[in-house]
């Protein structure tokens, strides 16, 4: 606009007032322009303006996950959006779609809604509309892929902002906005990684009770509805009680010529080479599929004792390769040297895998082996099937390069990882001595990262840990970048750890980072000397993580209180850490000379400090009172009481 039209107010009223039209009209006219340019605006000013839609038809895991994305935006603006169920009529002209339908074609028809992937994710606007669904898949009237739920969490973490730090009312932060509009954008993507309950086994789907609490935190990050259910034991524990009279050919061949179900009924070896091993195994499938239509992984590992028994005819041994890893066996009356039985379990695998693909073509079916104790090591020759997935129990989940551990051969096991990678389409990663199952507060985020990105590189389609007991005040960190990462292990961990400890914390967040970052040379600490509490945590290092607690507490003078309630939890864990550390001192100097004082001064600890302060009701996911209590668990080192032993 010139200086005479600018200036045209002041000639007449006539002219002021035509040029207050203008005026009016172009103001208008502007805000239509912005508004077409940000596209779709789900809320403004506390007016909701686009309804959430969910089909007639969804799933009760869609509709829940609507219902929670209303409470959501209403968190967030103030305003709930209405809820319809069905295709309203007639159609408002914008709306926020939950899973596919229909009217989708009309509303978004440039957007694909062919998912040819498992648990595929699309969320997408136009200006008028927005679509959060994915691959929604249902077997037998039993939901196995949930893919709009998932993408209505990742639509709330990514799109609005919203973040679980921990489980719980103290754990949810949220970003207060006015107007919450997008300009169109579309956003796919599909886990690599599709077994992911296992990483907190005790809250994985479809268990209930146990040790497990934090169910709707996995369910939030999108961990606990996932689409892969990988067995974890042994397939064959009860083949030797229900057959080892009528057909003892199935059975493992030893040295004395016989077939004795050496060392134990429960962990017998089969003769894999057998073709009538294969057929029962198929035989066994098929039951399998009878008492459950959605299973599609069915076992085939080793029974356990992993370095006993197995069989010495002539066909198996065919399968092992000369130049496989050297280790010790033993049979009964003998031991020898023999090579790894990675060569034989991928070639039994890929017979099953087989006769499963045969049997059921159009099925997306498979075998799982275990590479675990003399298997642990990469086949030399053999490689599997793409429908055999190898559970590899590497234990090197929070142990860097530098202290990792190995076969006597000096193979480590992130090598043999790496190796299985090389060969194997489908691997679950299964630490087993984990050091996930902790309560105390050695723990390292950035290790973490880098391990679940290194599993992802080698083709791990799935993560199953044992095990993880739950101590949110003591291991909050790695417990979100773990699940973080698992859900997508390409995006940037070292920004994620940033955000989670800005959006924890506040200002606090360099002085939480500099408490977690002593926890982590504490853990460096732990690897390097191979010591383990009390003398890792000693009055220096409970001195410097209180001081960072407190100045933590100190910077939050104009700050939310949700961040003092955050910094509290913590304390609790750090109180935890120092009781149990006390606790255990006693505990040893009990065992070294027999001083009924110190026994019962740690008695007292674990009654009356420990117990309360775990069972706390202010905050309940703090530590996690069962799997922490004495008596369960394994001792560490010494004979303590019976009844004071602590796996810590």
Known sequence: MNKEHVLCLKKTPFAGFLCFCFFAVLLSFTAALETRSQGLVLVDGGESLAPIVVSDDATSSTRRAASELGEYI?????VKPEMIEGRPEPVPPSAIWVGYQPAVDELLPDIDLEFEHPEEIVIAANTNHILIAGRDKVVAGVQQEYGTANAV???????????????????????????????PFEYRYHPQIRSRGGIFNYSRLGRGGGYGRSQEWLRLQRIRLDSLRVPAGHAFADWWNRFHETNPEYFALQPDGTRSGYPSPRTAKICKSHPDV???????????????????????????SWASGYCVCEDCRAWDHIEGELRRFDWEGMAQQYVAMSDRQVNFANQLARKLKERYPDQDYYVRIAAYGHSRPAPVEAIPESNVIVSSVANFLLRPYSADRGSPQGTLHREQFEGWGEVAPNIVWRPNKARARASKPLVSPRQTIRDV??????NAIGIMIDMVWEHWATRAPFYYVLAQMTWNPWQDGEAMLDDYYRRGFGDASEYIRSYWGLME???????????????????????????????????????????????????????????????REMMVKFNDTGDVEAENRAREIWVEEIKPLATSDEYPYAINWGPARPGHGHRTSGRYPSDLHQKW
């Open 74 to 78: 209403e968190m967030i603006s103030g």
């Open 153 to 183: 969490y990742s639509f709330l973490q990514d799109y609005l902002d919203v973040r679980w730090i921990w489980p719980g009312e103290t754990g949810v932060d949220i970003i207060k906005q006015d107007r919450i509009a997008f300009s």
């Open 278 to 304: 294969w057929e029962q195994w198929m035989v066994e499938v098929e039951k399998q599929l009878e008492a459950d239509p959605t299973q599609t992984v069915f076992d085939a590992s080793a029974n356990d």
């Open 453 to 458: 990105r290194f599993v992802a590189e080698n």
């Open 521 to 583: 040379q504490k853990w460096e600490e732990s690897l390097e000397r191979n010591i383990d509490s009390p003398e890792l945590f000693d009055a220096d290092f409970f001195d410097r993580a209180y001081g960072y607690l407190d100045s933590a507490k100190n910077a939050l003078e104009n700050e939310p209180e949700i961040y003092s309630e955050r910094i509290n939890f913590l304390r609790m864990g750090l109180d935890y850490t120092r009781l149990v550390t006390e606790a």
